[in-house]
């Protein structure tokens, strides 16, 4: 698998007519306000540079992918020479195939096959249907989406999309590393002077869902299903009686998912909503629904989204476990987005639980310079009870600079 995806980014005639490609290079720096228990360090500074390229051989087959190199200032990224490809690492790699994937169309039928995007849902800021979509939490505020490899099926007939997706090779969402400012801690870590990973244990076997989605007069809605696993961990933790540390073992769930979501454009503002029953077989996971619903609205120039995402527990299984979707339910969630001309815009973003035990407050302004420049100015706050999932970020408040250059 790993030298077919290799062989689909980098199989391109050099000649090529139909070839194109697009990238960036950027730097980053971050500043925290303060230092936080596990981590005391301040400022961090990283540099990504990517590149996208497309190869169209026949009007009915197209090649795509792209390739990631980064370094950074917080080890946050490894420190190996090898190209990674599965995303398992607990550490960004230094070299990567971010997606490769073959896409074959015929018709109203369409076929990607490799490394790919799969997102699923309606709803802005949070998704519970969007089961095949593991995301790098290291910085957990900021969090990118991972691609997985298998197969994907879309067929469309008039108002109705089908889609198939099998997945045979877990890709677990990237978690933030021990004894660092972004580390969630169990209950159990209290007062411990360290801790010791012992890995991961990953599924096996394959992951498959569906989803049929309708567009009709005044609406559009879906329902999905999905069995595989949950691709955010539960951890183990374990004492150890000789020496003052705790042992950690990452462990994923079995996970079964029947979800539904929809959207109606009023005169004022589209409707959305979404919601996902999440059922596991295991003895330490919980079972859940998860559900949100939104009001959206563009003026303009201005756009609004806002609404609140709850959920209800079912079945109360989980001692400890990283869940940020379930981290931003019982809260209000809101974004406004305001393009100031062409070259600038600016952006706020809010998650504020209803108990008011967490909040998270980001702004972003970012402008265009040229052709090719774009700076970015971003900043959050945020506060809480540190018994609360957002609120245990409380030390984790920082200011953001971007630079980046585009071609």
Known sequence: MKSLLVLL?????AGAQQFTYRGFAEV???????????DDGRVWSAALFRVEPAYRPADWLTLSGSFDARVDSAEQVERVWRIDVQDRGLQRPAFSVRHAQATLRKGTLA?????QFVRWGKTDILNPTDRFAPRDFLEVTDADFLAVIGA??????????????????????????LEHRWAPLPPQASGSAGFVDLGAAFPQRSQYGARWNVVGPGFEASVSYFDGFNHLPQYT???LSSRPLIALQRTYAPLRMAGADGAVPLRWFTVK?????????????????LYIIQLERQSGELSVVAGYAGEVVTANRSLFEFAPDRGLTRAFLGRVGYTIGPTSDVSFEAAV???????WLKGQYSKAVGAHWRATLAGAVIGGDE???IGQYNDNSHVLATLRYSF
């Open 9 to 13: 980014l980098f199989a391109v005639p």
């Open 28 to 38: 980053q720096a971050t500043g925290y306000m303060q230092p936080a228990p596990q």
């Open 111 to 115: 076929v990607d096959l490799g490394k």
């Open 152 to 177: 994907r099926a879309q067929y469309e007939r008039g108002g109705q999309s089908f889609d198939v997706v099998w997945v045979p090779t877990f890709t677990p969402s990237r978690v933030p590393l």
């Open 237 to 239: 933790a374990t004492p």
């Open 273 to 289: 909503g979404e919601a996902a029953a999440l059922f596991s077989h295991s003895s330490e996971a919980d079972d859940v629904v």
């Open 353 to 359: 639980r209803q108990n008011l035990d967490g909040v």
């Open 387 to 389: 018994r609360d999932f």
